[in-house]
């Protein structure tokens, strides 16, 4: 079965960090680009940060240009999201998604396998 596992969020002070790691399993990473992309409570899903299957491309929301780094591992199947100087507005259910159509990255109707997310609140 093709699964994708978010792990990483939590409650955390503005400020502060966390790293998110989205896990395949059933399927080899490989192959494919991969998405961070959230959703807060009453917004539409937006595209976070994107790499290439190689990890020689990556691109960023200007939200978290510089705050922000994707990065991946095929060798344990994994990508990673470093999340720096965190905001209340980063406040959202992150997801991974694989890249399963072809195109520019970053284009959510290209993404076909979801993870569950994981919840990420920056909060004093």
């Known amino acids: 079965q093709l699964q994708l596992v978010e792990s990483g969020g939590g409650l955390v002070q503005p400020g502060g960090s966390l790293r998110l790691s989205c896990a395949a399993s059933?399927?080899?990473?490989?192959?494919?680009?991969i998405g961070w992309f959230r959703q807060a409570p009453g917004k539409e899903r937006e595209g976070v940060s994107c790499?290439?299957?190689?990890?020689?491309?990556?691109n960023y929301a200007d939200s978290v240009k510089g705050r922000f780094t994707i990065s991946r591992d095929n060798a344990k199947n994994t990508v990673y999201l470093q999340m720096n100087s965190l905001k209340p507005e980063d406040t959202a259910i992150y997801y991974c998604?694989?890249?399963?159509?072809?195109?520019?990255?970053?284009?959510?109707?290209?993404?076909?396998?979801w993870g569950q997310g994981t919840q990420v609140t920056v909060s004093s």
């Open positions: 059933g399927f080899t990473l490989d192959y494919y680009a």
């Open positions: 998604a694989a890249q399963t159509s072809p195109g520019r990255l970053c284009v959510l109707e290209k993404y076909g396998y």
């Open positions: 790499i290439t299957s190689s990890g020689r491309s990556t």
